[in-house]
């Protein structure tokens, strides 16, 4: 039988269990006491080097994630130091809007890593967790940290908001292109020029590599000097081909934060996560607000055009 | 002199001064006390009736957006009824999540309209408003409303959450998609298949057409019966076909919401923008507790594993 209390179910994921650890991860999915007490225990255990994965939809990150997972598994350390037999992948499809719904990505590729017991792959939906995917996703990292893992791989689909906001509260953030892939305005856009530290071409064996090469590293040199500037790389993950470079660029990446900058840089990702939290509990809490007689009337008002929705609000907050 | 004052601003731009309804959605757009005075103005106006045109970057919505100007001024009412005579049009450049800036859209397709008096067209960004682009459009689109329009085009860049969430707060959605564009999959992720009233594949004279009209009209089958099943149109943007009929399916869609839905959707509307400027409002009411020393005790306490970010961010609102 596999118990049901968040304390037992994380003792078992450490001895091994993929079951105890799928179960708080469906806790931390779908809010509530169990997500609470879940999350209590996996923020006391350290937290897992975090790879974040992201770019457009049919760019190649599912094959090119696959081929991180093997090289990473076949390396078994960061150049040497920091051991791990285990890799954790996440995979995180972005919810529908409107429906709450998820409709999950197609894992195929992957399937040669689901009997792998040194892989655990999962894709992750929101089913009720109080701030959604952006807070439930450090959750999971973070129970996968105390299940052991050291490395974990988190892929978002898409490159909207959310999905660049998730892959860049990573260690170290991956952007994956391809040749011909919109000019500059597209990347800065998104933000991903903010968030990537590595670029990766992939399907580089197509034409316009040089083209979206020059574009990238045109847009980096406009973004001025920085400490760490992102790495472009070429990939064709159908093949392989790249794929030691780029692992090769993840460990000098990890080696340039460790530098007195691993730190800071969890600091800072901590304080996004509790503002996160914070504002997802005060919403939580003033949710009944819009709930009661005192609403409707703001509404009315609204509609009747006697008030404004910051009149309005003020109104409500204060009287609740 | 154009005057500083919201309500010598708003009767400047009710009797059509462009310069005084910039300096109204300046304010908007910076959010502060301008900002509230100029919605408590705005909002005391009628919302004209708002058509949301949203999808990928190369979709040709600018050139669709262009010709429905042309076609709106040209017919001068809703099938004969609710006659206008000018066309705002807000275009939404989603800003990059981590400077806060815009880059503007290549807007040069719609300078035809630029010297046009009966088009207004304005780029939006978010300078400060409280709740960002999703709360500065629909306060912008009411300032437009304020200053007589009665007809506005909000046109969104990108399928993300927050484009798809900006196009959709309009009384008709159009989503523009192109041959070949993405499968089932695509659509549904982003939320566009929940939105959608007008569905317009443009660039029609490309290869693909069939399928991508299959896949949606598939897709649309999937989503079950609906009062309104969205419409699949066809257009060549740059040359016009398909316009007419994208405009009598918008007087078409129009027509099925105003027969007692209408209001129904309004209030809907309504209802989601306040919640979303209490959320705002709370959340800069809470900005403050991220700047004292309980908030870097938590901090500390979370980076050393003594706590998790939920029980922080109880303790630090219940000291707040």
Redesign the interface.
Known sequence: MIPREPAELVARAREGSRTALARLLTYVESGGSAQ?AT??L?????SPYVIGITGP?GAGKSTLTDQLITTALAKGSFDGMDAFDEVGVLCI??S????GGA?L??RIRMQDHATNEHVFIRSMATRGHLGGLS?AVPDAVRVLGAANFRLVLVET?????????IA?AADTTIVVTNPGW?DA??A????L???ADIFVINKADRAGVAETRRDLEQMLDLGGEKEWRPLVLETVATTNAGTEELWEAIVAHRTFIEHGRL?EH??TR??A???????A???SR?GA??HGAA?ED??DA??S??????????T??SES
């Open positions: 609470l999350a209590a996996a923020y006391q255990a350290p939809p499809d972005p529908s809007p409107f429906t409709i990505g197609d807070l689909v898409g490159v909207g908001q959310m999905e660049v906001e860049s919109g305005m597209q800065s856009k998104a933000g020029l903010e968030v730190d969890r600091r901590m304080r996560e509790l503002d996160k939290v914070i504002t509990m005060v919403r003033i607000l819009a609403y703001q509404i609204l509609l055009g006697t008030t404004d929705p910051y009149r309005a609000a003020e409500l907050l």
